[in-house]
């Protein structure tokens, strides 16, 4: 392994793919597959599947990544893209931008801190995104899906419905959280209506090369490179680079950016895409997790394809 490699466009990512595959296997009995929400507590931990975009067009992948999984807290981003579109830097007043240091369901630091989540990704500042998104638009749960299918550039990306029912019947945390958001007047409309909008966005299925297409635009200033379509600012793309790389990973966000040194974002189905603006997004897809709900293989991928390649912001 050579540490000082610097990053050329002839990098042997297929080498480097199955490089990565070997040595991070072991650690696919290590994790846990998430329990909490009943409908994934089942998936296979052994399932591993990484796919890397470049902004040249190229992907290259390896294990299984032809096959859809539970993107979940992944889905905050396309929903915080949306509303900083739509509201733009008002929606700084709701929500706020530092890292949380605490657990993605936390409620405690919600209570001190009157109802103003710490950050648009963990899941109390993602239920202020989706009412804000109520607030905006008729039907926010068409606007994420359609953009999800429109920055993937696949048409049938699709909701999973079990997995979305199975959470709205154990999410009490997200009730729990949405209602005393509510209370504190940081919640607009019906919870009922704002928790069903974040289950869907949090139920969307896709496969690791979608997910890793679908965050091209934060890898290319704000722009799909794949159609050229403007999404976002390059300023904006910026700032949600940066929340990435500070909040991404919850309360492992500052080891995800020693270890990887990427903006990330992780989900409890086992996914994280990581994106280096100018050049590649790269997703990747493993169910057992750490303690802080993040992929452990998932991670260790990152950290060893930043470190093979040479590659990272920093
Ligand atoms: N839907 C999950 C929840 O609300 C998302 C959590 C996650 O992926 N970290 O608990």
């Given at each position: 392994?050579n540490?000082n490699k610097i990053a050329t466009d002839d990098m042997n990512y297929?080498k480097i ?37 470049t902004?040249d067009?190229d ?217 280096l603006?100018?050049k590649l ?27 093979k390649t040479g590659m990272?912001?920093?």
């Open positions: 392994m540490e297929d793919l199955r490089e990565i595959y070997k040595e991070v296997s072991p650690l696919f009995n290590q994790g846990k597959v998430v329990q909490y929400i009943p409908a994934l507590s089942a998936v296979p931990a052994s399932k591993f599947g990484m796919a890397v975009c902004l067009g992907v290259y992948t390896i294990g299984d990544t032809d096959e859809r999984f539970s993107i979940q807290s992944i889905s905050k981003v396309y929903a915080l893209t949306l509303a900083f579109k739509m509201v733009g830097e008002d929606m700084w007043k709701r929500v706020g931008k530092e890292p949380s240091g605490n657990p993605f369901n936390s409620l405690v630091q919600l209570e001190y801190e009157r109802g103003i989540p710490r950050n648009p990704l963990i899941n109390a500042g993602s239920l202020v995104i989706a009412d804000i998104l109520l607030s905006q638009i008729p039907d926010p749960k068409h606007e994420i899906l359609k953009f999800v299918r429109k920055t993937s550039g696949n048409s049938d990306i699709q909701y999973d419905n079990a997995v979305i029912a199975s959470e709205k019947i154990t999410g009490h945390r997200n009730m729990a959280l949405a209602h005393m958001m509510c209370s504190f007047r940081n919640i607009y409309n019906p919870v009922d209506d704002v928790l069903d909008v974040y289950f869907h966005h949090c139920g969307i299925s896709m496969n690791s090369i979608d997910l890793a297409r679908s965050f091209m635009y934060l890898a290319n200033h704000g722009v799909i490179p794949q159609s050229n379509e403007y999404i976002i600012s390059n300023s904006r793309a910026k700032r949600i680079n940066a929340l990435l790389l500070t909040c991404g990973l919850y309360d492992e966000s500052g080891d995800f950016a020693f270890r990887v040194g990427l903006p990330g974002k992780s989900g409890v189905g086992g996914g994280i895409v990581a994106v603006p100018g997004s790269v997703a990747v897809w493993s169910p057992a997790l750490g303690p802080s709900g993040n992929s452990l293989a998932g991670i260790q991928a990152l950290e060893l394809f930043t470190t990272s912001v920093f």
